[in-house]
Nanobody, 125 residues
Framework: VKVEESGGDSVQPGGSLRLSCTVS????????MAWFRQAPGKQREGVVC????????YYADSVKGRFTISKDNGKDTLSLQMNDLKSEDTAMYYC???????????????????WGQGTQVTVSS
């Protein structure tokens, strides 16, 4: 299984970025995909997580109304549109995939066995 992210960059506060993730080699049609992030000295946290059946989307409170997830099933691509970026959004962003995450009020890292290498997002003036 291969998970690849792209799109990280440095932007000013209030700016926007779009991250993309592609997954290959899973071998089955329905799977969950998610974006996590990890800032220096902090635990990795779920940002936006889409359930394996596409019926449930979890958004962290800190990004609700600013971040939007979209999935292109034909290309096995997951995008994260990030608007009104803040300094506290600065982190390494990771894409992850899972065959069994079913959504809900949480998005635990343990539910996702497949991970990309990460792409850095820096928000600074």
């Amino acid at each position: 299984v291969k998970v690849e992210e792209s799109g990280g960059d440095s932007v000013q506060p209030g700016g926007s970025l779009r991250l993309s993730c592609t997954v290959s080699g899973l071998g089955f049609p329905g799977y969950a995909m998610a974006w996590f992030r990890q800032a220096p000295g902090k635990q990795r946290e779920g940002v936006v997580c889409l359930s394996w059946d596409g019926k449930s989307t979890y958004y962290a409170d800190s990004v609700k109304g600013r971040f939007t997830i979209s999935k292109d099933n034909g290309k096995d691509t997951l995008s994260l549109q990030m608007n009104d970026l803040k300094s506290e959004d600065t982190a390494m962003y990771y894409c992850a995939a899972s065959g069994y995450y079913s959504g809900g009020d949480y998005c635990p890292t343990d539910d996702f066995p497949f991970w990309g290498q990460g792409t850095q997002v820096t928000v600074s003036s």
